[in-house]
């Protein structure tokens, strides 16, 4: 039996500024992201952390700034791996995760962070099309308002895009119960 990996998307504090992306959703996100990162440590399971290095000159994700530093709720954090990316995809980052992975036999992963519809659904994505068992912890993850449809409206799609096609969507409380 192989290992399930945790891989944590940009769960950066550049996130925290709502002058620059406006309105989220899911407030109980961090709290959820936390849970599954202790949860992943005290069994001494893969862990990956992903940071998104924006080449943008006003972006609070720009390397050298304090928004390109992780979020307090991964203080403590003992990851097997640390990289980052500029594009949406983990998979397309300054590590080939997918040698990573595989490399270790690692087949299924456990994919959260930061933003639900951009970066953790495009990583879902490619590792579906990789052949990855992919669950997806939605209340792990937020976004953002987009003029076209609201965090909420953008979370429900991300969560109907996935399902049974990239990704198993599920809560954080059933991840931990399937961990037990």
């Known amino acids: 039996m192989t290992e399930t990996a945790l891989i944590l998307i940009d769960v950066q504090r550049?996130?925290?500024?709502?002058g620059f992306w406006g309105p989220r959703n899911n407030p109980g996100a961090e709290a959820n992201i936390k849970a599954l990162l202790d949860a992943w440590q005290e069994r001494r399971l893969p862990v990956v952390l992903v940071h998104h290095d924006s080449p943008k000159p006003d972006s609070p994700l720009r390397p050298g700034q304090p928004g390109n530093d992780f979020k307090p709720e991964l203080d403590g954090a003992r990851p097997d791996l640390v990289f980052g990316k500029q594009v949406n995809s983990a998979f397309l980052g300054d590590v080939d995760l997918d040698a990573?992975?595989?490399?270790?036999?690692?087949a299924s992963?456990?994919?959260?962070?930061?933003?639900?519809?951009?970066?953790?659904?495009?990583?879902?994505?490619?590792?579906?099309?990789?052949?990855?068992?992919?669950?997806?912890a939605l209340d792990a993850t937020f976004t953002f308002d987009l003029p076209e449809?609201?965090?909420?409206?953008?979370?429900?799609?991300t969560a109907a895009n996935l399902a049974n096609q990239f990704a198993t969507v599920k809560s954080t409380k059933d991840i931990l119960?399937?961990?037990s």
Not at 149 to 157: N, P
């Open 149 to 157: 449809a609201s965090a909420d409206e953008l979370y429900r799609v």
């Open 100 to 106: 990573w992975l595989r490399k270790r036999g690692i």
């Open 14 to 18: 550049g996130f925290d500024d709502p």
């Open 177 to 179: 119960a399937g961990l």
């Open 109 to 136: 992963f456990v994919l959260a962070g930061i933003q639900t519809n951009f970066c953790c659904e495009t990583t879902a994505r490619m590792g579906g099309n990789l052949g990855y068992d992919v669950t997806f």
